[in-house]
Each structure stands twice: as C-alpha cells, then as structure tokens.
C-alpha cells in the first residue's frame, strides 16, 4: 500500500487547525488540543494502562474471532456444499442473523458475569455470520467443473473438501475473515463501553467519567491505530497469500 | 442419403448385429447402451439410444447442437444416469464414474485447480488413485513429457496457453491410466494447427496404449480423421440418425488422408447428414 505525501496535508492541517481552535476556546470536558491529547497518550503508554488494556481488547476479539470463525467456517462449508442441510436451516439462520449482538449482552452477562468470557462469546457470535454467509456462497459458487472433475477421480468426500472445495473458496473465505476481523475488534470495545470493565473501551469510559477528554481522545486514536494496523497486516497477508489464487479467480 | 434413410439402414444394420459391421468384429464391446433414454424436466433429450464400443475402438459423435451428444458423453462416463435402459461397462451395468474411465473436458481451463501448478494438477490424478508420495514425481514427469509438456512442470494454469492447458488436462487423465478415454469436445477452442498437433498426439496415444475413444466434436473433419467409426446424432429427441466405418488407413495423415477420396465422399456423406438433420 502506497500513500501520496501529499495525502497527509489535509490531516496535518487539520491537526494544526483543531491545535489553535481548542487552545482559543479553552477548557473543555469533551475537547482537548492535539497536543495534550499526544501528551496523555505518551503518559497512558508510559504507566502500561494502555498496553494492558490493548492486550485485554485484543485478546477477547481474537478468542472471539477464532470461535466464531471457525463455527461460521464449519457451518458456511456444511451448508454450501450439501443443498438440503442449507434448506432446513434457511429461516432459522435468517431469524437469528438480525439480533444484534450487543442485543445479547444483558443475557450473556446473566449467564457468564464480567470479563473476558463474555466478551468472547458476543465476539464471537458477531463473527460467525460474515464467515457464515460468504463461506456459505463461495463453497456453492466452486466451479462446477472442479466438482464433476473431483467425481470423475473418485476422490471421497473429505478428499474432495480439502483438495477442491477449500482451496477454491479460500480467497473468498479469507476476505470473509478481514472483514470478521473488523467486526471483533469493533464487537469487543462496543461491549467494553456497554458493560465490561476491561480493554480499550473501558478505559475510554472511565477517561469521560474522570472528565479527562484528552485522554479518553488519546484511547480513541490509538483504537483507530490498532484498527488500522490489524486491516492492513490482513490485507498483506491475503496479498501475499493469495495473490495467484485471487488473480486466477478473477480471470474470465 | 436423407436422415430417414440413414435411420433405416441402421436398423437394418441393427437387426443383422451391430457388431459384425465393424473392422474390430469379434472384440469384445467396452461400453454398451441398450435403449438408453434420458429426460430433463419433462422433455426428452436422449430417445432409446443402442450404442455398443468395442474395446479400443475410436468413435467419434457428431450431430447438431441440440441432438444430445455431450449427454451422450456424460452418460457414457457415468456422470449421468440414464432415465430408462441400460449401460453396461465391460459387461457390468455401470454405476458412475470410474477412475479407470478419464474424462476430458472441453473447457480445459474451468478443469483444472488454478492453484496448483502443472505437475499439482496431475498429481491430483495420482492422489485420487492413492499412488505413494515417493511414486509421484517420477510419473508425473514422464507424463507431462509425453504431452509435450517436460519443461513446464512449475507453471500455474494461467502462466499456459489453452494448447498448453487442454495438454494438461490430457496429462491428469491418462495419470489415471484409463482404459477409456471420455473426450468432449477437446480441441473445439483450440486454433487450427495446435488442433491437428494434438489429434495426431492423441492417436499416437490411443495407438500405444490402446485405449478406448469416445470423442464428441462439432467437427466433421476431425470425427472422420480420428474415428473408426462416426456416429451422426438427430436432435429432438436426439437419435441415432447414421453410423459411418472410417476404414482410412492407419497411420492417419493430416495430408494425405484428408486428400483421400474416401475421405471426401465420407466427409460428403457426414455433410449431408448435418444438413438434412438441421432441417
């Protein structure tokens, strides 16, 4: 991923513009000047709260990512590749796929209490449906062809999902985890300013009840980095990946 | 000759016993269809077809587009069941496909794994067949060398022309070492030369390991050049419409047996045909 320089004019003008705007208006309980903002953040850094909460916030959504990728990954190659399974739970999926997620905090902090496990589990019931649905399409959507040739070797069924089914769906499927990568981390603060005491989410929370706003804007930034950061590793790893697969699936 | 004519003599044909028409008479037929039916949602595209291959036989079908010849393929090779009748595979009723049965599609390029290189994609072949892993390169090697094809071994399908790509698909079929090679339409996308390079790599193939043809074409020329025999098919419902022996001598020649008088007459014959059944 190439930037222009020039991309970062606007940003930086930006940055300046909201320097002078904050320090003219001055004190403020939901504004702070970049400057405090940078300097909170070096402070958050440097006492570890920030790292701990990342690492808390990461690790939920990567567990929760992990669950609810593989069940949705399971269930989209169980469901594209056999019609009739698809049928039967056509319109239990579709009734259950609209209840949002954070809908289910107040039962699952009932059934699990605070902390990571219930984190984990809203997670990763958000997770399964992007890896579900386009698991889902891109297993029935494998050329046809692929599947009379598999039939025309003989290969037994599981043969057929690890040597055809999977690795022709796999660019697709890999598009589905980014974007259920997306999906947790977003999941996870949303859960962490609803509810749970711990992680990123958290932490801006308490910076707004403790009327800091330049530190709760620091944890908001450093969510964008980490959001960033987490988009862009994917995007490389699926370049890398999959770069003659995707070319290939694209090709008339 | 009129489609109706051409019927008659095939039954007439028919009656006296198929098998004694052919230059292989006394061989034992591979595939046999005893009035073989198929119907899709209602309508009939196959209508009590009697069909018998003998073993190492080349018969090549030809028809209209409509008249059912790749269903007759697919049926042959057991990718479809028929509707009524029977198909027997040397001499017991066929269940599907066989991996001793290879089938070569026409569209070469939706047929093979793009993410597998060359040699990935015979060995494909080898792995259905549960060849050991130590076995493989050896094999693959000395297939990808007789299609033509020793020195692409690490290239991606899409790093290939379709030559190059329909050679491939060859290649993972006769990993198969079939007894029966299933060809629909192998070489209908390919440019002029690249095709008359390929049919006469695969007689010299069909030559040496004596494999069974069954080989659907648009092409009139290229039915009569591979067969022994031609097999004309009638649409709606498709039929059997005219059965023509190819006794052109072998070695084929792309020269001079398509300069050959009995190949004239015969291609005149198959022309006709085609246009009386298009009528």
């Known amino acids: 991923m190439k930037v222009d320089a020039r991309a970062f004019a606007l940003p930086l003008a930006l940055i300046v513009m909201a320097e002078i705007g904050a320090r003219a208006h001055g004190p403020s309980d939901s504004l702070a000047p970049p400057s405090a903002i940078a300097a909170a953040f070096l402070e958050a850094l440097s006492d570890g709260s920030l790292l701990i909460a990342t690492r808390d916030t990461l690790a939920s959504a990567f567990a929760g990512l992990l669950v609810g990728g593989a069940i949705g990954l399971s269930l989209g190659v169980a469901l594209g590749a056999v019609p009739a399974l698809n049928r039967a739970l056509e319109a239990a999926i579709e009734l259950t796929r609209p209840i949002p997620s954070v809908a289910l905090v107040p039962i699952a902090l009932v059934a699990l209490g605070f902390g990571y496990r219930l984190e984990i589990a809203i997670v990763a019931y958000a997770c399964v449906w992007p890896l579900l649905l386009l698991t889902r399409a891109a297993v029935a959507g494998v050329e046809p062809r692929l599947i009379e040739v598999a039939r025309a070797l003989r290969l037994n069924p599981l043969a057929r999902v690890v040597k055809i089914v999977v690795p022709a769906a796999l660019p697709r499927i890999f598009v589905a985890f980014r974007l259920a990568a997306g999906v947790a981390l977003i999941v996870a603060v949303t859960v962490e300013i609803a509810v749970n005491p711990i992680g990123l989410g958290a932490g801006i929370m308490t910076a707004g009840q403790a009327l800091r706003p330049e530190l709760m804007l620091a944890y908001l930034v450093w969510i964008g980095l980490v959001g960033f950061a987490l988009n862009a590793l994917l995007v490389l790893a699926q370049q890398r990946l999959f770069g003659r697969a995707a070319q290939v699936a694209e090709a008339p | ?279």
């Not at chain 2, 015979?122 to 297939?143: D, H, N, Y």
């Not at chain 2, 440019?191 to 049919?199: G, N, Y």
């Open chain 2, 1 to 279: 000759m009129t489609a109706e004519t051409a019927t008659k003599e095939l039954g007439a044909a028919r009656l006296a016993g198929a098998d004694a028409r052919r230059g292989g008479a006394g061989r034992d037929a591979l595939i046999e269809f005893a009035g073989v039916s198929l119907a899709f949602a209602g309508k009939t595209v196959l209508d009590k077809i009697d069909l018998s291959i003998a073993k190492g036989e080349i018969v090549c079908i030809v028809g209209p587009s409509g008249c059912g010849k790749t269903t007759a393929l697919r049926l042959a090779s057991g990718l479809l069941a028929p509707s009524a009748g029977a198909i027997a595979f040397n001499g017991a009723p066929l269940q599907g496909p066989r991996r001793d049965v290879a089938i070569v599609f026409q569209d070469y390029g939706k047929a093979l794994l793009p993410w597998r290189t060359a040699a990935g994609n015979v060995s494909l072949a080898l792995e259905a067949a549960g060849t050991p892993r130590k076995a493989r390169p050896q094999r693959i090697g000395a297939l990808l060398a007789k299609v033509g094809l020793p020195n692409h071994a690490d290239k991606y399908p899409s790093q290939m022309s379709g030559g190059m790509q329909q050679r491939l698909q060859i290649a993972r079929c006769l990993a198969q070492e079939p007894i029966a090679l299933m060809m629909d339409e192998p070489f209908g996308a390919l440019d002029a030369m690249t095709r008359q390079e390929l049919q006469d790599e695969l007689l010299d193939i069909a030559a040496a390991s004596g494999a069974t043809i069954f080989f659907v074409t648009h092409d009139l020329e290229e039915a009569i050049y591979l067969g022994d025999r031609v097999i004309g098919l009638l649409p709606h419902p498709g039929r059997v419409g005219i059965e023509l022996k190819i006794d052109l001598p072998r070695p084929r020649d792309q020269v001079a047996t398509r300069e050959a008088a009995q190949f004239l007459r015969l291609r005149r014959e198959l022309y006709d045909f085609i246009k009386s059944a298009e009528r």
